[in-house]
């Protein structure tokens, strides 16, 4: 966070995957296959300071990579809860993540939700 309120987020994942059954109405065979996710959110967040509370929402897009590049956008919120304030919270968040139509499959589109430890630098 660069600002009380306003903050930018970077992920990353490597994954390795198998096509799904809308895939394969185009290939019958099995294919296994590298996906290189990344994506960047521009956050916003509310602060509430005697609750040691952080409510947010974000966006942002990204873009992934199996041997072919494609798009995405995203859009969420969740929120902190600092248990060592300035050190160490704990976080719950949902995104809705839309992957526009690849391969001719229709509109594609996912929801995520995450919970975790963030370290506080």
């Given at each position: 966070f660069f600002l009380r309120n306003v903050g930018i987020g970077v992920d990353a994942a490597w994954l390795a995957m198998k096509e799904n059954a809308a895939f394969a109405q185009h290939d019958v065979t099995e294919t296994t296959t590298a996906l290189h996710a990344f994506s960047g959110s521009?956050?916003?967040r509310l602060p509430i300071d005697?609750?040691?509370?952080?409510?947010?929402?974000y966006?942002?897009?990204g873009f992934q990579v199996d041997g072919r590049q494609w798009a995405s956008a995203h859009a969420g919120l969740g929120?902190?809860?600092r248990i060592k304030p300035h050190r160490l919270g704990l976080f719950l968040d949902s995104r809705w993540?839309?992957?526009g139509d690849r391969?001719?499959?229709?509109?594609?589109n996912n929801f995520t939700a995450r919970a975790g430890v963030?370290?506080?630098f």
């Open positions: 521009l956050i916003f005697h609750l040691c509370l952080a409510p947010y929402i966006a942002g897009g929120v902190e809860y993540t839309y992957y391969d001719d499959l229709g509109d594609l963030r370290i506080v």
